[in-house]
């Protein structure tokens, strides 16, 4: 840190009191610069006296403490600029000071600040892509006067918009020394603009008008200050969620405000676009253009929107329905609220409006698309657990109304009774649902098409494994009770209890071994089963039970106690559900 060796100048230059002005190496000290904070942040640093040619008080922004200070007492208010060509750099000349929040913003950015004898201050910064690609600059360019010493009733009326509504109305600029100067020809300014919207950025004109602006936004006779390219730089995981939301047949599109060429732009980094495809990118005006009919026609291959309204997004998502197809819509602001709300599932962003979170169904907090892509892989893993819940109930359900309803016909009045039925019951239901809740997801679920609108809960496979396993089931049990190779098995003529208890626990046990078939569609019953600990566990919690009750039971479940013998016999025929299903399945496979 250098300062002039007049004190009186440091005092002025940096508004404070108390100002003492020590030797090298000593610490400087400030007595009023704005607050504690800022006072201790500059009590870490030594200075050095300046050259006696040197006038200049550099404050070059090194740490966050001292930005901090920097903030503190920067308090300049007026001021002026010129643009430099590259190598970039804005000169902000000021007579009196330089405003506060500006101050804030270039320290905030990491730029160095250094105010020099006569009041000017330099502003430098590199990497910069166009004239003035940098968003941080946007304030401060609003801000400008043609007079050399700005009176505030002579400022001009600022104005910044984009590029096709500005640029028309400008019919000067100013130049590299903040002359005003006559815009003859604009082709200097459309390549560059085409330039920043190809490298997808979104192009803003700023300029001045000497004349009031109408309320409707008319206006005329513009002096270009120049064009500021933002870019937001695409996520690294939004690549790879696109082509995960695709594989999985959603098919996405992007409708944005910026124009067509950034659209473009981004749609290709994003993977959204590939090659040349020119009717997967419409603007607004070519879509209101369109009938209905022809815009249904275009709607599959259609992947960019730009320049778009949001009475555009309700009517993409209307035409969608009728369609016949499931439509989603994100968005955050209020406009966006009648698409949300029209939408089968409206996504609204955590950085949106109340309003838009209200109309939404789902939050997306981190404003994230590959949020999205996660959440259509967890609403499938969802409804493919709900199926596989419901194939355990209904082949456990089928397999009991079975051998009740089968169970009189061949002598035996209650195969099951009521008490034994209510566990089956709480099986069936509560523990069973607790099971597959925990289903992982998995990434394979991703590379299937999505469902129809109209397509059944219940669908073919389904049918096909719980009649199946059912109708085995039911046979399972009928010949376990009817065929006399069992009886002797199981000491029928010491009492007939023995054959209902080793019933009871067939009946139980094969239930547990297709709460497994249904888990999975592949022959290999434990895939992925580790990322589903709870299934295990709740599993194996219902077989200890079912042990208890086969040796505690008593009178009240109407059991007696098994020897080992004939308790691993009634456990080898329960598992014959697992050989008989995967059988199933391989016929499926092989048919299909």
């Known amino acids: 840190l250098k300062v002039p060796s007049d004190v009186k100048y440091l005092k002025q230059a940096l508004s404070v009191e108390d100002t003492r002005f020590v030797r090298p190496s ?18 870490s640093y030594t200075i050095q006296p300046a050259n006696s040619e040197d006038e200049k008080v550099h404050f070059e922004a090194e740490t966050e403490a001292y930005k901090t200070a920097m903030r503190s007492f920067l308090t300049f208010e007026k001021h002026e600029f010129t643009a430099l060509p590259r190598p970039c750099e804005i000169e902000l000349r000021s007579p009196d000071k330089l405003s506060d929040p500006l101050a804030r913003e270039l320290a905030e950015h990491g730029f160095r600040v250094s105010a020099v004898h006569r009041g000017d201050v330099h502003v430098h ?3 910069m892509m166009g004239l003035f690609a940098c968003r941080c600059f946007t304030e401060a360019l609003i801000e400008i006067s043609a ?17 096709e509504k500005l640029l028309p109305a400008c019919t000067r600029y100013y130049d590299e020394k903040g002359r005003i100067q006559p815009l003859n020809s604009r082709h200097l300014l459309e390549t560059g603009w085409s330039d920043m919207t190809h490298h997808a950025m979104r192009v803003l004109a700023l300029a001045v008008s000497e004349t009031e602006v109408t309320e409707a936004g008319e206006f005329s006779r513009l002096i270009l200050v120049g064009l500021v390219g933002i870019r937001d730089e695409v996520r690294p995981e939004a690549r790879a969620a696109i082509r995960q939301v695709r594989g999985a047949g ?13 659209a473009a732009a981004i749609a290709r980094e994003c993977g959204l676009l590939s090659g040349t495809q020119p009717d997967a990118v419409l603007t607004s005006g070519e879509l209101a253009a369109m009938s209905d009919e022809e815009l249904r026609r275009r709607l599959p291959s259609l992947r960019v929107v730009a320049r778009a309204l ?5 009517r993409l998502v209307r035409l969608a329905q009728e369609m016949g197809l499931v439509a989603g819509m994100t968005g955050d602001g209020i406009n966006d609220a009648p698409a949300l709300k029209r939408a089968d599932v409206g996504f609204a962003m955590g950085s949106g409006t109340e309003v838009a979170k209200e109309a939404g169904d789902i939050v997306i907090l981190n404003d994230n698309f590959a949020s999205i892509a996660k959440s259509i892989l967890y609403g499938r893993t969802i409804f493919k657990s709900i199926r596989k819940f419901i194939i355990f109930q209904l082949t456990m359900n ?6 009740s309803i089968i169970g009189p016909f061949i002598g035996i009045d209650t195969p099951v009774t009521v008490i034994q039925m209510l566990w089956i019951n709480i099986i069936m239901d509560t523990l069973a649902g607790l099971a597959f809740a925990g289903e992982p997801p998995l990434e394979e679920y991703m590379e299937e098409p999505p469902k129809r609108r109209d397509e059944p809960v219940l669908n ?62 592949r022959v290999n019953l434990f895939a992925h089963i580790h990322r589903n600990p709870g299934f295990v ?8 039970i079912q042990l208890v009750l086969i040796y505690y039971g008593g009178s009240l479940f109407r059991t007696a106690g098994l020897t080992p013998r004939e308790l691993l016999l009634v456990l080898v025929m329960a598992f014959l559900v697992v050989p008989a299903d995967g059988l199933r399945k391989l016929f499926l496979r092989l048919n299909h």
């Open 250 to 262: 959603v098919q996405v599109v992007m409708i944005t405000g910026d124009n067509r060429d950034t």
């Open 310 to 314: 949001p009475t555009d997004k309700s």
């Open 537 to 544: 566990g709740i599993m194996a919690m219902v077989a200890v």
């Open 398 to 403: 089928l397999c009991a109304v079975g051998v």
């Open 26 to 43: 000593m610490l400087l000290s400030l007595g009023s610069i704005g607050g504690d904070e800022a006072k201790a942040a500059l009590a």
């Open 460 to 521: 073919r496979y389904m049918f096909h494994q719980i009649l199946c396993m059912g109708v085995f089931t039911i046979l399972l049990c009928v010949l376990f009770l009817k065929l006399p190779l069992f009886k002797p098995l199981f000491r029928y003529a010491n009492d007939p209890i023995y054959l209902m208890t080793a019933f009871f626990a067939l009946f139980i046990f094969t239930g547990i071994f297709n709460s497994f078939n249904a888990r999975t569609h």
């Open 147 to 163: 007079n050399s010493n700005p009176d505030p009733k002579s400022m001009g009326i600022k104005a910044k918009s984009f590029l």
């Open 125 to 127: 910064t590199e990497d």
